[in-house]
């Protein structure tokens, strides 16, 4: 069974604060995805990285693939109040379990005015 | 992208009951996935649906309990059947599609806030 283990778990900052998100895990995949969910509706997917040290920007949100392809991470430059919500990342191991996602615990991310 | 619904956007059961959760797409795919989100917890895969086979369930899941079906392209249901508290969840349904560089991205549904009392 793969795991991904997200951190932090909470993380409550002021307006203008830069954080990063960290999802890890001992197993590989073929490509991860990283969502955001807010309160009442299903997670919207923000970006997929599928090469070892891909680097992807989403405006003020940069996601990185690890080389090898274990982990990622993403950072957030300048929060803002609308950034808060759950952000979830979730990785695909490919062959047969194509398709199926395993998700991180979630960070609740609170962006303070 | 894909645009998918979900009926009933939320419900309250009794427990012993079973409740049918619908999900429809609005466009043809192959395979379509159910997930559960516990309250303050992250989704959890129930099963694969795929239209014309029987629906693969994840370890801890069973078709007694969750019996899908999946009678076209567009369309799946998810039942609970014999509801406790426990079951009480967000069920989403989503769909897979294919991204040129690799990989693939998943859209979901809204989810359907379940209480079971």
């Known amino acids: 069974t793969q795991l991904l283990e997200q951190s932090p778990q909470f993380l409550s900052i002021q307006e203008g604060e830069n954080l990063t998100v960290y999802c890890n895990s001992s197993?590989?995949?073929?490509?991860l995805q990283w969502y955001r969910q807010e309160p009442g509706e299903g997670p919207v997917l923000l970006v997929t990285?599928?090469?070892?040290?891909e680097v992807k920007k989403l405006k003020r949100l940069t996601f990185q693939f690890g080389d090898a392809r274990k982990d990622s991470s993403l950072h957030i430059t300048a929060a803002q109040p609308g950034d808060t919500g759950l952000y979830l990342c979730?990785?695909?191991?490919?062959?047969?379990?194509?398709?199926?996602?395993?998700f991180g615990q979630g960070t609740i991310l609170t962006v303070h005015p | 992208s894909a645009v998918i619904s979900q009926k009933p956007s939320r419900d309250i059961c009794q427990r012993g009951t079973s409740l049918t959760i619908q999900c429809q797409v609005d466009s043809q795919v192959t395979m379509m996935f159910w997930y559960r989100q516990q309250p303050g917890q992250s989704l959890t895969l129930i099963a694969t649906?795929?239209?014309?086979?029987?629906?693969?369930?994840e370890s801890g899941f069973v078709i007694d309990k969750f019996p899908i079906s999946r009678p076209n392209l567009t369309f799946s249901t998810l039942t609970v059947s014999n509801m406790s508290p426990e079951d009480s969840s967000i069920y989403l349904c989503s769909v897979e599609s294919f991204i040129s560089s690799g990989g693939n991205e998943q859209f979901f549904g809204p989810g359907t806030r379940l209480t079971v009392l």
């Open positions: 197993s590989v995949f073929s490509s």
């Open positions: 990285v599928v090469t070892g040290g």
């Open positions: 979730a990785g695909e191991a490919g062959g047969t379990s194509y398709g199926k996602l395993t």
């Open positions: 649906a795929n239209q014309g086979s029987e629906a693969t369930y």
